[in-house]
C-alpha cells in the first residue's frame, strides 16, 4: 500500500516559478518509478515527468529546459523544479508511482492546482 500526498501548488506569474513536492508514504521508495502528470480542463492528463529508482528523467518535449524533477530518498520525497512557467502550464500536477518491477498497481496523489497568469 502506497499513499501520495503532493503539495506546493499555487498561483504565479508567466516566468516564475514553483517547486511541486510529492510524499511518498510506503516502503521501498528506492524501488518505485515516480512520475508527474497534469490535466487541464477540457484535456487530456499527459505525463510531464518520470525519475526511475537510478534517478534518470523523462521529459515532455514542452517542459524540457524548464522543469526538473528529482527525487530525495533519505525523504521519501519527488520535488518538481518548475521554471519559467506559462499559462499553458496551468492544471492539476498529480504524483503517480508504480513498483519498477510493474508488480503492483499504479498509484495516483490527489492532485495540486498550478494557475499561471499572464
Known amino acids: 500500500q502506497v499513499d501520495l500526498v503532493e503539495s506546493g501548488g499555487g498561483s504565479v506569474q508567466a516566468g516564475g516559478s514553483l517547486r511541486l513536492s510529492c510524499q511518498f508514504y510506503?516502503?521501498?521508495?528506492?524501488?518505485?518509478?515516480m512520475g508527474w502528470y497534469r490535466q487541464a480542463p477540457g484535456k487530456e492528463r499527459e505525463l510531464v515527468a518520470t525519475v526511475t529508482p537510478g534517478s534518470s528523467t523523462t521529459y515532455a518535449d514542452s517542459v524540457k529546459g524548464r522543469f526538473a524533477i528529482s527525487r530525495d530518498h533519505a525523504k521519501n520525497t519527488v520535488y518538481l523544479q518548475m521554471n519559467g512557467l506559462k499559462p499553458d502550464d496551468s492544471a492539476v500536477y498529480y504524483c503517480q508511482s508504480y513498483h519498477y518491477s510493474r508488480a503492483g498497481p499504479e498509484y495516483w496523489g490527489q492532485g495540486t492546482q498550478v494557475t499561471v497568469s499572464s
Open positions: 510506503g516502503s521501498l521508495f528506492s524501488t518505485y518509478v
